[in-house]
C-alpha cells in the first residue's frame, strides 16, 4: 500500500472519529447549558479562526519544509534546527494570544453580546477562560504540521482520536457531574488542550531522526522560508475574515439564541471538513515532492485522482444532507424547534461548504509549486466583495443571508479562481478538472438525490429512517464513483481482481 493511500485512510479514520465526537456531544451540551451558552461555543471557534491569522504561515511552511527535507540527504540537523527555529516564535504568540483574549474579555461580555439567559459576568469569566484554552491549542497545529510533512499521519490521526473522545465525554462528565456552566466548559477545554498540544510536541520531535547536537534558533533558516511563509499567512489573514465575518455580524446583529441556531448549522456543514482534510493532508506532501522532482506525468496523475476522490466523497454526501436535511436534524436533536430553526441553514451553508472543498486539491497544487500570490490577491479581492455583501444580507435576510454569501463566495472561486489557476500552472488540465474530476460525479449524485427526495417517502420511526438515510448515502456514493473515470476504473480493477481471487480459490 503506497504512503499517500495509507496516509488517507488514516486521515479518514481519525478526521471522521473526531468529527463524530464533535457532532454526537452536541446535544447534551445543548441540554446542560443552554443554547445562549452554545452561542459562547461559536465565539470561542470564532476567536480560534482569527488568531490563526498570527500563524504567520508557519505550520505549512513547517509541512512543507519537513517534507521536502526528509527526501534529501545530510538535512538532518537542518529538520532539528528549523523546527527549533519555528517553535520558538509559536509558543511566544500563544501568550499573546491569552493575554489579548483577557484584555477583551469585559468589551466582548458588557458590549459585544446580546444575552438574557446568561449574566454579563458569567460571559466575560467565559471569555477569559476561551483565552488560556486557545493559547495551548494553538499550537498543535504547528506540530501536526510537522508529523504531516514527515508522513507521520498514522500516529498524528491515532493522537488525534484518543484526545478528542476524551475531550468531548470529559466535557459531557463535568457539565453533568461538577457544574453546567459555561466556565465549567471552557476550563475542561484548558486541560484537555494542553494534553493534546503536549503529545503532539513530543511526538514530533519523537520522530525527527537523531543527531549528535541539540537543535538550536537559527535566524538564517527563518530567512530562507520567510517568501513562502508571509504568503500562507497573507492567504490565511484573508481567509479568515472571510469566513469568520459572519460570525463577527451575526453575534452583534442578531440574539444570542439565533447566533446559536447558526452555530448549530455552521457545526454541522462543517463537519463536510472531515472528508476534505484527510485528502488534502495526505495529497499536499506527495505534489511538493513531485514538485521537486518536475515528474510532470505523475503530477498530473495524482492531481487528477486525488481531484475526482475528493468530489465523488464530498459531492455525494453534500446533496445528501442539502435535500434531507430536516429529517437527519430531527433523527439527530429529537427536537422540532431546534430543527425548525437550523433545517435550512445547514442545506445552504453545506453547499458552500462543499464548493470550498473542491478548491482543496488545487490549493495544494498551487502551494506545492510555492505560488501564493493567487490565493492572496483572490481573498484580497472578495474580502471587499464579502463584507458590503454580509452585512446588507444580514440586515435584510438574517441568518439565512449570511449562509448564502457562503455560498456566493466559494461559487465564485469555482468559477474564476480555478480558471486563473490553470493559466500557469497545468494549463491543459482545466477543463478536465470541471468535466470529468467534478462534473460528472455532481451530475450522478445530485439525480439520485432529486429522484430520493421526490419519489421516496420518508420513513416515521427513527430506526427505519436512520435505516433510510444510510441507504441513500451509499447509493449516491456509488453512483457519483461510477460516473467519475478513475474510480469507475478502480471500482473494475476491485471487482476484477475479486473474481481472479476467487477462481483461484475453486
Not at 149 to 168: A, D, E, P, Y
Not at 432 to 438: A, G, I, M, Q
Request: hydrophobic share 55%; with cysteine.
Amino acid at each position: 500500500m503506497s504512503i499517500v493511500r495509507k496516509n488517507i485512510i488514516a486521515n479518514f479514520g481519525g478526521s471522521l472519529w473526531t468529527g463524530l465526537m464533535g457532532l454526537v456531544f452536541v446535544p447534551l451540551y445543548i441540554r446542560f447549558m443552554g443554547i445562549e451558552a452554545y452561542g459562547l461555543v461559536g465565539i470561542f471557534a470564532g476567536l480560534q479562526a482569527i488568531f490563526a491569522l498570527l500563524d504567520m504561515g508557519l505550520s505549512n511552511t513547517l509541512n512543507r519544509e519537513m517534507a521536502r527535507l526528509s527526501a534529501q540527504e545530510g538535512k538532518v540537523q537542518e529538520m532539528r534546527d528549523l523546527v527549533r527555529t519555528l517553535e520558538i516564535p509559536y509558543w511566544a504568540i500563544g501568550v499573546l494570544i491569552a493575554l489579548t483574549v483577557t484584555l477583551l474579555a469585559p468589551f466582548v461580555a458588557f458590549k459585544w453580546v446580546n444575552v438574557k439567559a446568561l449574566s454579563p459576568q458569567s460571559v466575560k469569566t467565559a471569555v477569559m477562560i476561551m483565552g488560556l484554552s486557545i493559547a495551548f491549542q494553538w499550537p498543535l497545529s504547528f506540530y501536526s504540521g510537522g508529523l504531516m510533512g514527515l508522513q507521520r499521519q498514522v500516529l498524528m490521526n491515532i493522537l488525534n482520536t484518543v484526545v478528542s473522545t476524551f475531550r468531548g465525554l470529559g466535557a459531557v462528565l463535568v457539565l453533568w457531574l461538577i457544574s453546567p456552566t459555561v466556565e465549567a466548559f471552557f476550563s475542561w477545554q484548558i486541560v484537555i488542550s494542553m494534553c493534546h498540544t503536549g503529545l503532539a510536541a513530543f511526538f514530533l520531535w519523537k520522530s525527527l531522526p537523531t543527531t549528535q547536537k541539540r537543535p538550536r534558533f537559527r535566524t538564517e533558516l527563518f530567512i530562507n522560508v520567510w517568501r513562502f511563509a508571509a504568503g500562507v499567512t497573507g492567504i490565511t489573514i484573508l481567509a479568515s475574515i472571510l469566513t469568520q465575518t459572519d460570525k463577527i455580524i451575526l453575534s452583534r446583529m442578531l440574539s444570542m439564541e439565533v447566533f446559536g441556531y447558526y452555530t448549530l448549522a455552521q457545526t454541522v456543514a462543517m463537519t463536510l471538513y472531515r472528508f476534505i482534510g484527510p485528502i488534502f493532508s495526505a495529497v499536499y506532501p506527495r505534489l511538493t515532492n513531485l514538485v521537486s522532482l518536475n515528474d510532470q506525468r505523475e503530477l498530473k496523475t495524482l492531481y487528477h485522482k486525488s481531484a475526482q476522490f475528493l468530489s465523488v466523497i464530498v459531492l455525494s454526501a453534500t446533496l445528501v444532507v442539502a435535500f434531507f436535511s430536516k429529517e437527519l436534524l430531527l433523527l439527530w436533536t429529537q427536537d422540532t424547534v431546534t430543527t425548525e430553526h437550523v433545517h435550512l441553514l445547514v442545506s445552504i451553508l453545506i453547499i458552500g461548504t462543499a464548493l470550498n472543498g473542491l478548491m482543496n486539491i488545487p490549493y495544494a497544487l498551487q502551494l506545492a509549486y510555492g505560488w501564493t500570490k493567487l490565493g492572496f490577491w483572490v481573498n484580497l479581492v472578495s474580502v471587499f466583495i464579502l463584507v458590503p455583501l454580509m452585512m446588507f444580507l444580514t440586515k435584510h435576510f438574517g441568518a439565512t443571508g449570511a449562509a448564502f454569501v457562503w455560498v456566493i463566495l466559494n461559487g465564485g472561486y469555482v468559477l474564476f479562481g480555478l480558471q486563473i489557476m490553470h493559466i500557469r500552472l497545468l494549463p491543459e488540465e482545466k477543463w478536465r478538472w470541471y468535466l470529468e474530476d467534478v462534473g460528472l460525479p455532481f451530475v450522478a449524485a445530485m439525480l439520485l438525490s432529486v429522484f430520493f427526495r421526490v419519489i421516496m417517502p420518508f420513513p416515521d420511526t427513527t430506526i427505519l429512517g436512520l435505516t433510510y438515510l444510510f441507504a441513500i448515502s451509499a447509493m449516491t456514493l456509488l453512483a457519483a464513483a461510477i460516473a467519475a473515470p478513475i474510480t469507475r476504473r478502480w471500482l473494475r480493477e476491485q471487482l476484477a481482481s475479486r473474481r481472479i481471487i476467487n477462481a483461484i480459490k475453486l
